[in-house]
Each structure stands twice: as C-alpha cells, then as structure tokens.
C-alpha cells in the first residue's frame, strides 16, 4: 500500500522526504493490516449502532424512548461520517496502491449517501479544495461562510462579524442541510468541466435521487408509526444536532488560535508538508477515559496534523504515527501543536473568532 501524502510525487528530501521516510518505516505492512482490521470492525460496530437507532426510531412507542433514539441516531449518523465515509472516499478504508479512489472503497464511500451527502461532490469540495489548500482564503471552502463570518485574518469584514463568537454556534446547526443543497448548487458549476453531457447528466441524476431517497427513507418510513408532524420535528432535530457536531468538530482543527492562514491570491509560503503541518491542529490525544472515548467517535479528526498528511492511511494508525510526526517536525523545527483537549480546542476556536470579528486595522478590508 502506498501511503504517499501530497498531491505530487513525495521529494526525497527535506521535511517532507525525512517525514514520509519514517512513516514508511513504522508503518510496517503487519501495522497498517492490523489498523485496517481495527477500522473495520468499528465500522461494523458504527453501522450496527446507526441501523438499531433508526430502528428505534421507527418503533418508539412514547416520547422518552423517541427522545433516546433520536440521540442515539444522531450520534450514530455523525459517526458514519467521520470513521466511515471519511476515509472510504480519502481511499483509506481498504488498502489501496494508487491514488484513485478503488472500488472497494467507492463503495464503501457510498455510505455518504446514507447521511444525506453527495459522494462525488465532498470528494470534490474536501479532498480537492480543503486538503489541497488548507486555511487558505479563496480555496479552501472549509472557511468560507461568506458574509456571514470571518474566520481567517484575510477576509472582509462586515460590521456584524463582532458579534460572530455569539451567534455562529447555533448556525452550525445547519451545517448538514448546507451540505446537502451545496451539493446541488456545485453540481451547476462542476458541470462546465465535465468530461461530456452524459457524466453532467449522471452526477447531477444521482445527487438529486440520492437526496430524493434520503428523504424518503428519513421521514418516510418513521411516519408510518408516528404522526407526521412527530416525525417532522424529530427529522430537524437530528439534523440540527448532528450538523453542530459536525461544525465543532470540523472547526475545531484549523479555525482557532495558532493556525496559519494564508491570504487569497497567493501560496503559503512553505512547501505542501509543512503548511499542512502550520494550518492544522492536533486535540484531545490525552490518556484519560473521555479523551480516549472521543478519539474513537472522533475518527482521527483529533489527529487532524495526521491526517492531512497522509489522508490514505487508515484513521486508526494515526496515533501510531503521530509521536513519528512530532519527532520529524522538532528537527525541522517546524512548529507542531496540539490542544491538550477537545474543550481546549473549541475554548481556542471561540476566542479565534472573537478575535477575527473585532474592528481590524485602517490597512485591512472592513465594511461597518
């Protein structure tokens, strides 16, 4: 198995070569099969769990055993997407030697479509965009909120922004319904590079009956044991809860205190390895029960440093790997952090756009 990192062929030397050199060497084959079988058999753990809370759903006979279920369902819905999805559709699940996306992994990959997203279109918008230019203005659309926030030092901003720290978090509920409907509005732009009508008429065909069948299968089938109006409120509240925790999360690791971020139009002034290194931030790699509670629901995104990267190795060998990739940065001098924990990391982000919302000097872009 290949576990190159960058976009381009791995250099021999520097940072870069020096890094994969001793990934390489750590991660022996007998290594990454046992962490593949590990991330397997929490997938079918993660699988089962979501299927028996649908279930329970579905068969809730009053509001305290709805109420569980529909906790339980969007715990279990965030977790498809962080330990399944994820690294299927970085071709990380099963063992692969290119980086194409194998079939094995596609298909697992399709599990995306269980939680309401479109595969094809958060392959695009994460692995191309966020991965290739990570904190960067005007590429990476992880920190693009448009007018509603400012999130790194380069963008405008609007007077507003100063009450950001305040009034973000319960827009993050919203961040599964924003990727739902993104992955119909990018369809109209990703269309003008398709290879043919036919793969424009294809992708676009499969996002909209995927999203048609996710509907239908979410509010369809619980409406047959419950009033509509039941279903419709429990539907919103598990998209809204499972859409914070997916912001959190996401926000977590490179929207705080620290990250570098560079200004649209330009490159990060280091070589790929070490900006991903710069924009990201490790949390929670304590020993403690919660730390370790978290590190498995968490699917590696607390190894965030890791996982950019080497997105193709499985998310369970990232903490084999990380004492690897402190070792490296120290002797490059490159600067390595990590939250001591995941409140350390949202405490980080609530001050970053605190910070990123107060008035900003008279040589930077602000509307008031």
């Known amino acids: 198995m290949s576990i190159a990192a960058g976009p381009s062929p791995v250099m021999t030397g520097g940072f870069a070569g020096a890094l994969t050199r001793a990934v390489v060497e750590r991660l022996d084959p007998a290594t990454l099969r046992a962490a593949h079988r590990s991330l397997h058999r929490k997938a079918l753990v993660i699988a089962s769990w979501y299927l ?7 068969l809730a006979s009053g509001w305290l055993e709805g109420v569980i279920a529909a906790t339980s369902m969007a715990l279990a819905f965030a977790a498809v997407g962080f330990n399944i999805q994820h690294d299927a559709n970085h071709n990380a699940f099963f063992a692969a030697n290119t980086k194409r996306i194998s079939r094995a992994n596609r298909i697992v990959g399709w599990s995306m479509f269980v939680i309401g997203a479109d595969a094809n279109r958060w392959i695009y918008r994460h692995n191309t965009l966020h991965h290739g230019s990570p904190n960067v203005v005007g590429l990476d659309s992880d920190i693009n909120l448009g007018p509603l926030a400012r999130l790194a030092p380069f963008q405008r901003r609007y007077f507003w922004h100063r009450y950001q720290h305040i009034y973000l978090w319960p827009l993050y509920c919203f961040t599964v319904l924003e990727i739902m409907f993104n ?16 793969s424009r008429v294809s992708e676009a065909t499969v996002a909209i009956l995927s999203k048609l069948a996710f509907v239908a299968v979410m509010l369809g089938l619980p ?51 070490e900006w991903q290194v710069r924009s990201s931030l490790d949390f929670s790699h304590g020993a403690g029960p919660l730390s370790r509670l978290f590190r498995w629901y968490a699917g590696g ?13 499985p998310h369970t060998a990232y903490p084999i790997i990380a004492p690897v990739v402190s070792t490296v940065c120290a002797q490059f001098k490159i600067p390595r952090r990590i939250q001591p924990s995941f409140h350390a990391a949202v405490s980080s982000h609530f001050r970053h756009i605190r910070a990123m919302g107060r008035p900003v000097r008279s040589d930077e872009a602000e509307l008031s």
Not at 52 to 58: D, E, R
Not at 183 to 198: F, K, P
């Open 183 to 198: 992955d119909l509005t990018t369809l109209v732009g990703a269309s003008r590079h398709a290879r043919s009508s036919r």
């Open 301 to 313: 995104l607390d190894h965030q440093t890791e996982h950019h990267l080497f997105p193709r190795v």
């Open 52 to 58: 028996a809370s649908f279930t329970g759903v579905i």
């Open 223 to 273: 409406w047959l044991t419950h009033p509509f109006w039941v279903v419709a409120v429990g539907a919103v509240a598990v998209m809204f809860a499972v859409g914070f925790l997916l912001g959190v999360v996401f926000q977590s690791a490179h929207v705080v205190e620290n990250a570098e971020f560079a200004a649209a139009g330009s490159r990060p002034p280091y070589q790929w390895h």
